[in-house]
Nanobody, 115 residues
Framework: QVQLVESGGGLVQAGGSLRLSCVAS????????MGWYRQAPGRQRELVAVITSGGTTNWLDSVKGRFTISSDNAKSTVYLQMNKMKPEDSAVYYCAVRLGVKYSWGQGTQVTVSS
């Protein structure tokens, strides 16, 4: 079972930036896709950004042009760069990897954007 550890969350003012990191306990090349999800209180968990092993990316419409997903295979790390942040971006952000139909999740990191 892969272990995923997120970091980089915190409090930021609207318009500011944060970079989330997710370190995997094994090579991310082992997985079909890696991504970031978020869940705000009272809302369902939603996909923010995903990158497949083939380099295809998919985004939540509301973050397009503001967030960037990238990976460093040598460090087994996936990043989420978040710019021009808005209060509605506030949520717990989770890293996930997928192999076939199986997902593995990190513990989550809180992101709060103040207005």
């Amino acid at each position: 079972q892969v272990q995923l550890v997120e970091s980089g969350g915190g409090l930021v003012q609207a318009g500011g930036s944060l970079r989330l990191s997710c370190v995997a306990s094994e090579s991310i090349l082992n997985f079909d896709a890696m991504g970031w999800y978020r869940q705000a209180p009272g809302r369902q968990r939603e996909l923010v950004a995903v990158i497949t092993s083939g380099g295809t990316t998919n985004w939540l419409d509301s973050v397009k042009g503001r967030f960037t997903i990238s990976s460093d295979n040598a460090k087994s790390t996936v990043y989420l760069q978040m710019n021009k942040m808005k209060p509605e971006d506030s949520a717990v952000y989770y890293c996930a990897v997928r192999l076939g139909v199986k997902y593995s999740w990190g513990q989550g990191t809180q992101v709060t954007v103040s207005s």
